[in-house]
């Protein structure tokens, strides 16, 4: 709690790196101590604790009031990421303190994602090491550009300016060849709080601000309220049957009642009617801000979708990126991911790894793998457009996590240096015969009926049962049967993981056109992951994909494969075998769930023409 | 009363953070304890939702412990159209009458609290809670994640949390995994205190400074809040001028002397206080980390 009068105009974000050895914990806690954050009874416990685990005899250890995790005290290292707040007379900060040893690449990408300012920090007595190079490299690539160096422990070296010039165009050296700009250096000895808060008597010789001092003048990050509005929607809203809201936060720019937005992936525009902001009914809004918007009229938007106002940002369908790679298992060429930038989730496939970046020279080095904590530059194919935007214009559209699909561990994490959209040059034709025409002829309500269930569960039986059904009754049907497609369509397709993903992009696209046809599609695909399932449904439109969920359980497919795959699997001559050795993700909530076992295909089949009737789909 | 600038910030943030955990799981619930920090909190969740009713019910874990006028809080609150309030107490605390006087805080939080808790998600089949934590109330959760990841039986592991970028917060689970989402993260105390007043937010009357009866117990003042209370001998209740920084169960609650009745007086108290938040509630600090400990058993 701050004694001084905290009537703030702002926030700062602060990434702070380097090592203890550094006395990096030792400046931050003197920082908490001197803005009054450190209130009397934790100033007790780190008297006591200083006793106990510190490094400062009976004086108190400051880095004791930073380190949070028994693990950390006990060992005496900083472990992982902390975020520390206090408050000056003219602002708020929060800190991310981000560990100088394990895990650095990882912690420091994560703290300086949204840091506006970083203090890098270097022992006077080693001067600048590889670690400074590295994580002013790291500063640079997550779009921090002011950096404070904070040259610490001058005492241990006779607070002599020399040594500090030395440091100071050591260092002005690897900043031109980042392309850092906005660099100021301070000499310091936190442990007595010399340049902290107020000069030094003891380094009388140097003129320039405290750390403290330098800190006020940095900047918060911003963008232009002249650059256009972009809102990717985190929800809809419908409190009641006539009304929609949009709601998500502004990410760039002004967005004004009457403006012109796009929903970019859609082409559709609407007029923007109201805005509301937490703080109520309001004529614009600012980025930043969590929006409410309505438009003037209903236009297909969903969660993943950006309103945007001209000039529109890119639709991509490939996006070229660095990407700092976060878990022990290699990043290797043709992985899947889901990649998740602002609101949207969609599947990319890695096609190329490009180079990676030698962290000791500052260069790029060819290389085939990114192991963890390493930086590299790749390229992805995305299996569905994206909205995004090159990271330099926008880290809220530039940035992206790359999430397994299976269990959606965070294994990357992305920024968008290019984003190529193939139809840079094509427009949709427009065409006389609507698929509404085409549907209306056929007197059906076209769906997408989307069978997925392990191998051998009964999903071909079931799908063939009902079309016959359907047949019967008159309606216009099209079977799509996974092991079929691959005869023709797919043929040219393997069972690797970018294959598989475009194996179900294609039916979800040839589902599409049927549907477009007025035709009821039934398709058959285990399509083991959640993630090809949601693709599929995104790409026929909302209310137009049925999912229908045959489960059986695995003990009981293994009894019938009828096609020999698992006993295959089960010797080793299949691999990837959904079941066996690959696993599946069951639906979350599939418009139809059949239990194979407690009812025959036949009752199944007659379930889903009943299901089909009330939903209107056919009449 | 206009918003400070960071109070914007953090504020438009925390509504991001309960739009991205709404958003992004099946069965969501937000954790609600009657105190400051969850009436902000649900005033932001309004806030995000409206003109739309909240997205998830509020769960309260009661230890049946709790002061009485927090009860009566709750209980008043419920009565609102836009929320649905519903309430857990422990069986096993029910069952074996688990009480702070005969049983001490250890097991009285256990029971009534961690494994209680745990319990409620279970029925509920919730993958996503929300709560009120703040990273500077402790130094544990100074290291804790906005999104934190609970493997099957809701314990935390400090290094399974997954690197948070940007504004970009990960719900995606394996089966049996759940997610803690804490939308207040980055506010601190004062901040807390500094919106209230701003928004003219309502808060049980514990907060502010009234004459109660309260008994001086190892250094600090316990308030006798009901006749369940023991007391010790040579133990009397005193009328007293006090006030509750932090509110919980009431024995394991300690009172602080002051005269601030309005909120105005409550923030300047704030201002110069140099005593932590958390030193009235006794809990921290019956173990060494104990905060810690308890949130690897399943503790929010």
Redesign the interface.
Known sequence: MSATTPSPSGLLRVLTCGSVDDGKSTLIGRLLFEFGAVPDDVMEALLRDSKRFGTTGDAPDYALLVDGLAAEREQGVTIDLAYRYFQTASRRYILADAPGHEQYTRNMATGASLADAAVLLIDARKGVLPQTRRHAAIAKLMGVQQVLLAINKMDLMGFDQTVFDRIDADFAAVAAQIGLTQVKSIPLCARDGDNITAPSERMGWYRGPSLLAALEACEPAATAPAAPARLPVQLVLRPDADSRFYIGSLTGGTLRVGDTVSNVAAGVDAKVARIILPSGEAESAEAGDAVTVALDREIDVSRGDVLATVPLPILADTISASVVWMVDAPLERGRAFTLALGTARVTGTVTAILGKLDIETLTDVPTTTLAVNEIGRIEISLAQPLVCEPYTTSRELGGFLLLDRLGGETMGAGMVSDAVSSRRNLKWQALDVTPAVRAELKAQKPVVLWFTGLPASGKSTIANLVERRLLALGRHTMLLDGDNVRHGLNRDLGFGEADRVENIRRVAEVSHLFLEAGLIVIAAFISPYRSDRDLARQVAGEGKFLEVFVDTPVEECRKRDPKGHYAKAAAGQIRNFTGVDAPYEPPLSPELHLHTLDDAADALAERIVDDLRQRGVIF | MA????L??????S??IL??A??QS?RPVMLYSIGKDSSVLLH?AR???????LPFPLLHVDTTWKFRAMTAFRDRLAQSPDVDVRVFSSPQGIAEGINPFTHGSVIHNKVWKTDALKAALDLGGHDLAIAGAR??EE?????ERIFSLRAPGHTWD??R????????Y?????PG?TVRAFPL??W???DIWTYIEAEGIELVDLYFAKDRPVVERDGVMIMVDDDRFQFRPGEKAEIRRVRFRSIGCYPFTAAIASDATTLAEIVAE???????ER?GRLIDTDQ??SM?MKKREGYF
Do not use: G
């Not at chain 2, 918003?3 to 960071?6: D, K, N, P, V």
């Not at chain 2, 130094?139 to 290291?143: I, N, P, W």
């Not at chain 2, 949390?161 to 970009?168: I, Y």
């Not at chain 2, 990960?170 to 394996?174: G, I, K, L, Y």
């Open positions: 918003l400070s600038a960071h914007r910030v953090l504020e438009a943030e509504i991001h739009r991205e709404a958003a099946q932001l806030k995000a939702f409206r003109p739309a009713p990273r500077d130094r544990s959760r100074a290291k400090p290094k949390q997954r690197p948070e970028l940007w504004h970009l990960n719900a995606s689970v394996a995994e993260s980055n601190t105390e004062l704030m201002r110069v206080t140099k005593v932590s030193s060494d980390s810690e």
